[in-house]
């Protein structure tokens, strides 16, 4: 069985600067050889890919039918090198390549985007990739390396210990209670949640374990009196909007709180969650410069954003 040729990729490179000088002792003078080890090489070039590539002229060489060929082919080689060359220079550089993204669901609502618009005014040629969903499995999906940067809270029970994963703070963000428009304490600035104590609480705590809400509502002195336990914000704000309970919304979300309700601070009892971007641990795996590059436009969107501050609200949610 005949052996396939394998051709070495500074031949073709070879090959392609005495095709573009036109000669051996020119190939030599652009690569900085001799002559006799352009000779030597080309011969040995000729001898693997069966027969002559170029005809020896009085002055200078031009290639054969053969060597048109193989020239034809090595360009092809030599250009996609080159390609994979600069992308591999981008991803390594952040300028380049493809970045997975995971968020929770209310971090979608401003925090994240206005981040992923800078950061694709910035960084045009990177390829983004959005996963949503709860932190833990967003940590989770970190570690087996499916996202390379992800925006995860602590709420509503803390957050999980991934040792494998880094975590930078982006913003402390207090949760606010939603009403509805005609609730008896919609009217005032602030509520006080030992007036809640007797509401339905519509959130989709995990089970077991104690969450902020419970928390907070220990502090007033009292346990939350009945939970709905809905998941999406939507379906959320509309049992609000029914009359069918309160819920808290954090502050990052406020301006995806429809016409309907209003939010209020629960002041001094109101619970409080982090916000952060997390980011593989060290190397393995590595930290791609453009999870590090984003990580920094979603501190500068947490900086400049029009989050409500603590105990106000957008003006389609406030009385």
């Known amino acids: 069985m005949r052996r396939k040729n394998v051709f070495d990729i500074d031949a073709l490179r070879l090959m392609d600067a005495v095709v573009r000088t036109g000669s051996f002792t020119g190939a030599a003078a652009l690569l900085n050889y001799t002559q006799s080890a352009v000779s030597r090489r080309i011969a040995s070039l000729e001898q693997q890919a069966g027969g002559p590539l170029f005809e020896r002229l009085p002055r200078g060489v031009r290639l054969t039918p053969a060597g048109q060929a193989l020239h034809l082919h090595g360009l092809a080689v030599l250009n996609r090198l080159a390609m994979a060359e600069e992308e591999l220079a981008g991803i390594h550089g952040g300028y380049r390549g493809r970045l997975r ?128 336990r809905i998941a999406e914000w939507t379906g959320k704000f509309g049992f609000v909007a029914a009359g069918l309970g309160v819920t808290l919304v954090p502050g990052i979300a406020a301006h995806a709180v429809p016409r309907d309700l209003v939010l209020r601070s629960l002041g001094d009892l109101a619970p409080r969650r982090s916000v952060y971007a997390a980011l593989p641990r060290a190397t393995p795996p590595s930290v791609l410069p453009a999870a590090r590059a984003l990580a920094g436009f979603l501190a500068d969107a947490v900086g400049t954003a029009a989050f409500p501050p603590a105990g106000s609200a957008p003006p389609s949610a406030r009385a």
């Open 101 to 228: 993204v995971g968020a929770f669901a209310t971090a979608n609502v401003a925090l994240v985007p206005r981040a992923l618009r800078d950061f694709g005014r910035e960084f045009p040629g990177v390829a983004l990739t959005v996963v949503e969903g709860p932190s833990a499995g967003l940590l989770r999906r970190m570690r087996e390396g499916a996202l390379d940067i992800a925006v995860i809270s602590d709420y509503p029970s803390g957050l999980p210990y991934e040792e494998e994963v880094e975590t930078v703070e982006l913003v402390d963000d207090e949760l606010l209670v939603a009403l509805p428009r005609d609730h008896r304490l919609a009217a005032g600035p602030e509520v006080d949640l030992r007036e809640l104590r007797e509401e339905t609480w519509i959130e989709a705590a995990p089970p077991g374990g104690t969450t902020m809400l419970d928390t907070a509502c220990a502090k007033a002195g009292f346990s939350p009196r009945a939970r709905l």
